[in-house]
């Protein structure tokens, strides 16, 4: 039987990488480099499935070659806002993601980041490194607490959801939520109206997809909407938040920091907020840990399995 003929477009964990060349007939992109257009339009000209990232644009310009022998777009990774999925539907191409194994993972990032910028451990790491750290001092460095304090959370899906847990049970956090509908086991106060749920939290969290229905929902009017003093943390997708206006916010108040793990685009990262230290940036670390890389690849190989059998992929979008 001829093996389906699978591209990776970035290099993946060896054991993944080892379990998907025993069962395809698999590409590796062996000097690990960011594919270009045209490459992902070979791609799609070239191999059954291609399996791509959230650094691939695959755009409507993207989708539309012909001809075309990419049946799937496995991707590893749970957003899919790279991806115009009008545009696969269109052209009957499969979209699978990986949920859920990246849960934890990504809401032990956003309590991390939360942390941080309260605590001032951007700021602290950076003296002591610089050799700029004179001494304890009652003064020196005072940040904010957060056991107790309240937490928005905009977007309560999987890792909303277990960012509210750990906040809760571990620092004792009020929970604020705002979502599309109110949840039944939710952990938190439901706010059906974001900007009710700002003026009232000490922190808020995204946890909401990016992408067009959500571009700039964090625009310089819902910025200025927020509690004075507050923090903002983001870890789910650039574009929700207008950097220009978080800058504003930040320069003018109410917000007294940031704490982003992604960006508008990436690997961009605005040199206004290089500069700052009032910001923690971190390089889209959600999912870093290699128990969770190892997941989320053989998640995308159960969805290619599934496919090439004739079965449903288990985690189907399109
Ligand atoms: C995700 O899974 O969406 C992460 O942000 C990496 O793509």
Redo the contacts with the bound molecule.
Sequence with gaps: MIRPRILLTARWPEAVEAALAERFQVAFNRDDHPFDRDELRQALRDYDAVCP??VDPLDAGVLDVQPRRCRLLAN????LDHIDLEAARRHGIVVT??PGV?TDC?ADLAMTLLLMVARRAGEGERQVRAGAWHGWRPTHLLGTQVTGKTLGIVGMGRIGRAVAHRARHGFGMRILYHHPRPLAAAEGEYCPDLDALLPRCDFVSLHCPGGRRNRHLFDAERLARMKPGSFLVNTA?GDVVDTDALIGTLDHGPLRGAALD?YENEPEVDPRLRRREDVVLLP?L??ATVETREA?GFRVLENLEAFFAGREPPDRVV
């Design positions: 990232t959230v590893f990774g749970v957003g993601n990986t990246l990504t997708r992604v889209h959600g999912s989320m």
